[in-house]
């Protein structure tokens, strides 16, 4: 969403990853001035998604551009209000989601009876709006929450890459040939 809305050129955001950007720019904008539907309400698991969101999201900022009669790549007058809504629609699918997977393991005695803890972390618990709200979540259910310190709230991607650094130096897993290996789409 942050490079859809070329947030890379927004004065205030030239300097930040996507998703700090989004959070920066929501502090401000007015969350209530778009609604996104949220995805997989039809589905009674744990599971998330995004795709779906992020179609309305695209969507909507097509819209706007279009009432505005800016380019794609400009900076819309409304991307406060677009990065709030979205922030909103995301925290309250994880928030959703989380919840549900809470009860499903209370459900199931798959936790301790007391001092549940719920874990987040990556890129997400970087995120003070969405933090807040899985705090408030986690506080409304007697668990405990643990996220490491912003800082080290890194991209999943650079955990996975750096894992794989570390596993070469240590020379575990490493592939020396790639011949006999099959490539299929999802």
Not at 26 to 44: E, I, S
Not at 58 to 70: M, S
Not at 101 to 108: G, T
């Amino acid at each position: 969403v942050a490079r859809r809305l070329s947030l890379r050129k927004h004065p205030e955001c030239h300097s930040m990853a996507g998703g700090k950007a989004i959070e920066h720019l929501a502090q401000t904008g007015n969350q209530d001035l778009l609604t996104f539907r949220l995805p997989m309400q039809q589905y009674r698991n744990c599971d998330f998604s995004f795709s779906g969101l992020q179609n309305l999201v695209y969507n909507a900022i097509a819209e706007k551009e279009k009432e505005e009669g800016i380019q794609e790549g400009e900076i819309l007058s409304s991307v406060k209000d677009v990065a709030a809504a979205v922030q909103h629609a995301v925290a309250v699918h994880i928030i959703q989601r989380t919840y549900r997977a809470m009860l499903f393991c209370i459900k199931n005695s798959m936790l301790p009876s007391k001092n549940a803890t719920l874990v987040v972390s990556g890129g997400v618990a970087s995120n003070q709006y969405i933090r807040k709200g899985l705090q408030n979540l986690a506080d409304a259910n007697d668990f405990a929450l643990l996220c490491p310190p912003p800082r080290l709230c890194t991209d999943n991607g650079v955990m996975i890459a750096w894992n794989g650094i570390e596993r070469l130096r240590a020379g575990l897993g490493v592939l020396h040939s790639t011949a006999g290996i099959r490539y299929e789409p999802r």
